[in-house]
């Protein structure tokens, strides 16, 4: 219902010379409108505009929180295109970037629904690479790569089986000469939906002004050494970080004592830390435990993602782990007397068990 609220009101040409529009202005009226219109908390959604010219075969792409757009390269290799802005409904005066990509002949270009991540082995340690390792697969044909991705779990569905909880869109974009045409191929029966992911990951990188972080999934405490380690470092060599939560459903408390511990570092370097992309959802969990030091750091624009991110390795050093889960939940504990009461009792176990690793 939502989706059909946000096409009505996509602007796809130019009142006045009547030229396709831009895709950051055509999500920037449709957020506007959904934000007026539809103003509860909690409704918001993702997308991803782009407008092809055929003849040149550039591509130019908006994204509002959108998993990232694959483009299969026919000299070998997959690319992501991240998103440029937040997801729709969350901030009216949200502004949205804008990436150009250039199609040679062979390529292709994948756009995916979200939903598609249900149907992954729950094992998976990357959605968006278990899908371009798909891709990487089914080179022979366009319609065989789409049918390839519907039929990753191993079991067919059977009568009675419980749908997924999110519907399934896939577009591929297949550059190849002479006229456009539209190829579903033959669809065979759909895949029963894999269990609930529980797997997360953190993609890394840096350009010029900072260095970015994208948090994506259900963040839990594993990572969250090497992430705050990679944070810290970048942060006493004087560079800004960003955090990109767009594609986060959820962050644990290990988690999220780290951001509040960063967010006091980077005070402390005199250095810009950004939230960015952030969901009611985790802005509550936020709200909930008085990090109001974090909420000041959420930003209502988005800023580009480096081109090249790399996923980022956890810690091994038991010791090192321990310590991080420690220093996060005494973050926490010291930002209110309700948020004492709730952990004390997991801070003595915690520096237990950093006494037991020391030894």
């Known amino acids: ?14 009142s006045d010379s009547g030229a396709p529009t831009r895709p950051c202005d055509a999500l920037q009226a449709a957020n506007r409108a959904l934000c007026a219109g539809f103003p509860a908390p909690g409704l918001f959604l993702t997308a991803a505009y782009c407008l092809l010219d055929t003849e040149s075969r550039r591509a130019t792409i908006a994204s509002a929180g959108h998993p990232p757009l694959l483009v299969l390269r026919k000299s070998g290799g997959v690319e992501r295109v991240f ?29 995916y629904s979200d939903g598609l991540y249900d149907w992954l082995p729950g094992d998976a340690a990357s959605p968006c690479d278990e899908v371009a390792a798909t891709l990487e697969r089914e ?40 006229e456009s045409q539209l190829d579903n191929g033959t669809l065979s029966p759909l895949p029963a939906p894999a ?18 972080f994208s948090v994506q999934g259900r963040a839990e405490w594993a990572l969250t050494a090497a992430f705050h380690d990679e944070c810290a470092a970048a942060m006493e060599a004087g560079r800004d970080v960003m955090i990109d939560l767009a594609l986060c459903q959820h962050l644990d408390s290990t988690f999220l004592g780290t951001i509040h ?10 250095v810009e830390l950004s939230l960015q992309g952030v969901t009611p959802t985790v802005e509550e969990l936020f709200m909930e435990l008085g990090m109001q030091r974090v909420i ?3 930003v209502p624009h988005t800023l580009p993602l480096p081109t090249r991110m790399e996923p980022l390795v956890g810690s091994e050093d038991p ?39 020391s030894q």
Do not use: C, Y
């Open 1 to 14: 219902m939502l989706a059909v609220l946000f096409r009505s009101r996509l602007p796809f040409l130019d």
């Open 83 to 111: 998103h440029t802005g937040p997801a729709l409904g969350l901030h009216a005066e949200a502004d949205f970037a804008e990436q150009e990509v250039a199609l040679e002949p062979g390529d292709r270009m994948l756009f």
């Open 139 to 178: 080179r022979a044909h366009a319609a065989e790569g789409l049918q390839g991705l519907l039929a990753l779990s191993e079991t067919l569905g059977a009568p009675g089986d419980e749908p997924p909880k999110d519907d399934v869109t896939l577009l591929m974009l297949d550059a190849s000469p002479g």
């Open 195 to 212: 269990p609930e992911r529980t797997s997360f990951e953190i993609l890394f990188g840096s350009d010029s002004q900072r260095t970015s």
């Open 261 to 270: 511990e960063l967010s006091q570092r980077a005070g402390q370097a005199q």
């Open 296 to 298: 000041e750091r959420i």
């Open 319 to 357: 010791r090192a782990r321990a310590l991080q889960l420690l220093r996060a939940h005494e973050s926490l504990a010291g930002l209110s007397d309700r948020n004492r009461q709730e952990f004390d009792p997991v801070l003595e176990l915690l520096r237990r068990e950093v006494a037991a690793e």
